[in-house]
């Protein structure tokens, strides 16, 4: 499972790129432990041995939060994180359902046009 630090972490870019908001920290923390809950479960069905309790508390961390939400952006070192993540939590075929999934496809799409280049690249192929 990833760390309560690495999911701070993504919860500080996903407030970073107005996603979240610190307005309402009681919802930031409301979807790190949907991250959490999903991340167990897909962890127990693909490995099944490691038997993880059900449903861990998430604890913030303070510090990954604020670190990942204020210092500079580095986009590729954030998707490498969501990666990261995902690839922890889509052992279970419902993943793409989920509202974890939901705000990490919404972060990775916000990262993504968040990459020198992208804005000034064409929209469509013109022959």
């Known amino acids: 499972m ?3 630090e690495h999911i701070s972490a993504l919860l500080g870019v996903m407030v970073k790129c107005h996603i979240l908001s610190t307005a309402n920290m ?6 790190g432990q949907l991250m959490v809950n999903e991340n167990c479960v897909s962890v127990n069905n693909r490995y099944g041995t490691i038997n993880i309790p059900e449903k861990p508390k998430f604890v913030l961390s303070v510090k990954h939060f604020n670190d990942a ?3 500079p952006t580095n986009v590729i070192q954030f998707l490498k994180w969501l990666d990261t993540y995902e690839h922890q939590c889509d052992g279970v075929f419902r993943w793409h359902t989920t509202e974890a999934f939901t705000k990490v ?8 046009r968040k990459l020198s280049g992208y804005e000034e690249a064409k929209w469509s192929f013109d022959v």
């Open 105 to 112: 496809n919404h972060l990775r799409r916000a990262l993504i």
């Open 2 to 4: 990833v760390s309560d």
């Open 26 to 31: 009681g919802e930031v923390v409301r979807i």
């Open 69 to 71: 939400r204020t210092k």
